[in-house]
C-alpha cells in the first residue's frame, strides 16, 4: 500500500522541527559547525530528507532569523495593540521586547548576538530574496519603535527621521544590554534582585523620552532639528 501524502500540519511540524535542531546546533556549537547532515543525525533522518524542504544551511540560518523576527513582531504588536495613548504603548512595546528576550534566548541569540550571515553576507547570490525578506522583517519590529516614539515627540525639519532613529538606537542599545545581561547571568553575578533593576532601568529609559518630550513642549511649538 502507497504511503499516505504528509499533511500540510506534518509538513510544517517537520520543517519547525528542522529548524529548531538547526537552531540548538548553533547556539551550543556554532554555525560554522552547523550543516545538513548533522540536523540530519540529530533528527535520525537522511540528509535528502533535510533537502526536500530546504536547500541548505544558509537557508535554514535565514528562516530560523525569519521566524525569530517573525515571534517578536507578533509578541510586540499584541503587547501594543489595546493601548491608545502612545505613552503606554512604548511602555508595552519596552515590555514585550524585554519578554521575547528573557522567554526565548537561542532567538535572541541568533537574530541580536551571534556572529552569523546576515542580509549583507547574501547580497549577490540565489538566496539574497530570502535575506532581504528577513532583513524586512527586522525592519519592521524597528518601525514600531520609530513610529511610536516618532509619533509622541513633535520634531519636524529636515533632521526628524535621523533625530528619530537616533533616541530610538540609544533606547533599543539600552534594552538589549539588560535582555544579554540577564541572560548571561552576569546581573546576577552583581545584584540581588535583578527584576526590580530591570523595572527601574526601563522605567528611567522611558522617563528620560518624557523629558524630551516636555522639553519641545515648553518651547509650544515642534522642536526644529537642524539639518546641519
Known amino acids: 500500500m502507497p504511503k499516505m501524502p504528509m499533511t500540510r500540519e506534518e509538513i510544517d511540524n517537520t520543517r519547525a522541527r528542522i529548524l529548531d535542531t538547526a537552531l540548538d546546533i548553533i547556539i551550543t556549537e556554532g554555525f560554522n559547525h552547523l550543516s545538513v547532515r548533522k540536523i540530519a543525525s540529530r533528527l535520525g533522518v537522511t540528509a535528502t530528507t533535510i533537502y526536500n524542504y530546504y536547500t541548505n544551511k544558509n537557508e535554514i540560518n535565514l528562516m530560523i532569523r525569519v521566524r525569530g523576527f517573525e515571534k517578536l513582531y507578533g509578541l510586540l504588536t499584541k503587547h501594543?495593540?489595546?493601548y491608545k495613548d502612545i505613552e503606554s504603548k512604548i511602555k508595552a512595546l519596552v515590555r514585550a521586547y524585554i519578554e521575547f528576550g528573557l522567554n526565548h534566548p537561542s532567538y535572541y541569540d541568533i537574530m541580536f548576538?551571534?556572529?552569523?550571515?546576515?542580509?549583507l553576507d547574501y547580497?549577490?547570490?540565489?538566496?539574497?530574496?530570502?535575506?532581504?525578506?528577513?532583513?524586512?522583517?527586522a525592519l519592521k519590529c524597528l518601525s514600531l519603535f520609530t513610529e511610536t516614539i516618532g509619533a509622541y515627540l513633535p520634531v519636524k525639519g529636515k533632521r526628524k527621521d535621523h533625530?528619530?532613529?537616533?533616541?530610538?538606537?540609544k533606547f533599543w542599545s539600552d534594552l538589549h544590554g539588560l535582555v544579554t545581561l540577564t541572560n548571561s547571568r552576569l546581573f546576577h553575578e552583581v545584584l540581588d534582585d535583578v527584576d526590580a533593576f530591570i523595572q527601574q532601568r526601563t522605567s528611567d529609559m522611558i522617563e528620560n523620552i518624557i523629558k524630551i518630550k516636555a522639553t519641545f513642549n515648553d518651547e509650544q511649538k515642534p522642536h526644529e532639528i537642524n539639518s546641519t
Open 113 to 119: 548576538n551571534l556572529h552569523t550571515p546576515k542580509y
Open 123 to 137: 547580497v549577490g547570490t540565489e538566496i539574497e530574496p530570502l535575506a532581504y525578506t528577513e532583513k524586512q522583517n
Open 163 to 169: 533625530f528619530i532613529l537616533y533616541q530610538v538606537v
Open 80 to 82: 501594543a495593540a489595546p
